[in-house]
């Protein structure tokens, strides 16, 4: 009985392990997730700033709620709804000013015409110094386990501002352009292979060692099944 019972408790566990590797793997491949930049944006004082923020693979987000928000801000504590002021707010197709820090009304801007192909990126104006600071991107209405990024602006004065002949161009440098296909792209999606690639191996090495060991288990109570009996029988005097 107890050979059944340790047999069944080896598969039980073989098949969880097997299903667990299966739910980790299959949601990331195809699963659209929102991607920031790992670098800073650096800019000088007055520069105009693109914040680049894009869903991977290509996805439309007209229809569904971005928010732009700096995380590290806390709440003000005499709001007692702990209300939270966006960078920038879009819903139900449009922005929505109401809920803007006032320090960066009429500043900001997202390209509108490039959320179908999945761009959200966020184009600061005339930034400053108190611009500084973390951004977060983020889609709470996207089905991923991704639904945000972070991206850092520092506004350094010592930089060399955008030449004054030129006020209209925002400083490409540090900056890229939201609608630039570059190689970056693609390493993060080399890198999101290599990721899946891992995972599987993990799992799959997991699984071996599991059946490995039920393999051996099963062996063993297979060959000494009488011993549990004998040990059950009272002894005779």
């Known amino acids: 009985m107890r050979w059944y019972s340790s047999s069944s408790y080896a598969f039980k566990l073989w098949t969880l392990i097997l299903c667990s590797g ?6 990331v ?32 987000v007209q229809g569904l709620t ?15 709804l702990s209300r939270v002021e966006y960078v920038h707010l879009y819903r139900d197709r449009k922005e929505v000013p109401d809920m803007k820090m006032a320090s960066y009304f009429r500043r900001t801007e997202l390209f509108m ?8 990126s966020l184009k600061i104006l005339n930034v400053s110094e108190e611009d500084n600071g973390r951004y977060r991107c983020f889609i709470p209405k996207l089905r991923s386990r991704v639904k945000a990024a972070v991206v850092e ?16 161009h925002p400083r490409n440098l540090q900056t890229p352009d ?3 296909t570059t190689p970056t792209n693609a390493g993060r999606s080399r890198v999101a292979v290599v990721v899946v690639v ?23 109570l297979k060959k000494h099944p009488k011993d549990d009996e004998t040990q059950k029988q009272p002894l005779q005097v």
């Open 22 to 27: 299966f739910v980790l793997i299959t949601p």
């Open 178 to 180: 939201p609608q630039d």
């Open 198 to 220: 891992v995972t599987l191996l993990s799992v799959v090495a997991v699984a071996g060692f599991a059946a490995y060991f039920s393999h051996r288990i099963f062996q063993k």
């Open 113 to 120: 015409d490039d959320m179908k192909h999945g761009n959200i």
């Open 66 to 80: 971005v928010e732009w928000s700096k995380p590290d801000l806390k709440p003000d504590p005499s709001d007692r």
């Open 153 to 168: 602006l520092v506004v350094d004065p010592n930089v060399a501002k955008t030449s004054t002949m030129e006020p209209q």
């Open 29 to 60: 491949q195809g699963e659209v997730l929102v991607i920031g930049s790992n670098l800073p944006i650096i800019a000088a004082p007055g520069d105009d700033v693109i914040l680049p923020c894009h869903l991977e693979p290509m996805f439309d």
